[in-house]
């Protein structure tokens, strides 16, 4: 397919392509019709050849060449392959053109300090498994380290003490900077307000700029309840202090808190059950 790919991108190599998919000709006519030298076509048709493109034979003192169909049609098909898997219903690229438009949005509107303060965000999840065990997921930063992300995201640095003053730390990384190759994808720091197990928590994150300082205050509040077939979640996702260079985070908040629990809803739906990790794991790091 390399090879295949490297023929095809010479523009001169492209046009005699075009030439013969019309009809096999001869070096000659190739070379005028191409407006080219004819040892310069002959090199090409050779790399064509090379390539399995083009098939050629002598007639007389001609030598006539044929274009394969079969090599453009493969690589038609791979192209499709690849348009398709971009193109994918609630796929990444949808993920990322929805982001975009929010994004263009948010900026408009952030045009002082405080700009989206009083914002608000709901989410509820009908939850696999007990109060209890969900409490675990939201607490424990072992657990909280498989989900509290969005999608090709992964946690790099977390820290969550789950008690009232506790400390939050929450910082992450694309999912395949495996060598902290790439920048810090986001980084939030806070404070737990209320720990009420089982039933409710409540925490402020500041999400930190580049420069260091915060882009806004969201206020958590996270209220479970019980339910025949598990736990429901309800989720109100408060922004107060907002400043004007906070727009791509307020941007991001719907769809990537929302993606996080979708994460903790299929990690809960697999494995409803306690997973035995200890409960009394409130800290935990791990660095890239």
Do not use: C, N
Request: aromatic share 6%; hydrophobic share 40%; proline share 6%.
């Amino acid at each position: 397919m390399d090879e295949l790919l490297t023929a095809l991108a010479d523009p001169a190599r492209w046009r005699l392509v075009s030439l013969l998919a019309e009809r096999p000709r001869p070096v000659g006519v190739l070379a005028e019709l191409a407006g080219a030298r004819q040892p310069q076509t002959t090199k090409h048709l050779q790399a064509l050849e090379r390539a399995g493109l083009v098939v050629s034979q002598r007639s007389g003192q001609r030598r006539i060449y044929a274009l394969r169909s079969e090599p453009l049609r493969e690589l038609a098909a791979a192209l499709g392959r690849l348009a398709d898997t971009a193109d994918r219903a609630g796929g990444p690229r949808e993920t990322y053109d929805r982001y975009g438009l929010s994004l263009r949005t948010e900026r408009l509107a952030a045009d002082e300090p405080g700009w989206a303060d009083g914002r608000s965000f709901g989410f509820h999840r009908s939850l696999a498994g007990s109060p209890e065990l969900v409490w675990r997921h939201l607490t424990e930063a072992a657990l909280l380290a498989h989900w509290w992300t969005p999608d090709d995201l992964r946690v790099s640095e977390l820290v969550f003490e789950a008690r009232p003053g506790g400390r939050i730390v929450q910082e992450y990384r694309d999912a395949e900077d495996a060598g902290g190759s790439d920048v810090v994808a986001g980084r939030a720091e806070g404070v737990v307000d209320e720990v009420r197990p089982g039933e409710r928590l409540a925490y402020r994150l500041r999400p930190l700029l580049p420069g260091g300082g915060a882009a806004f205050t969201a206020h958590l509040d996270l209220d479970l309840r019980p339910t025949p077939a598990g736990t429901d979640l309800d989720v109100r996702f408060r922004i107060a202090d907002s400043t004007v260079d906070s727009a791509d985070f307020v941007a991001g908040v719907e769809i990537g808190f929302g993606q996080s629990l979708d994460r903790l809803a299929a990690i809960l739906a697999a494995d409803p059950h306690d997973t035995g990790t200890s409960t009394h794991e409130a800290e935990s790091r791990s660095t890239t």
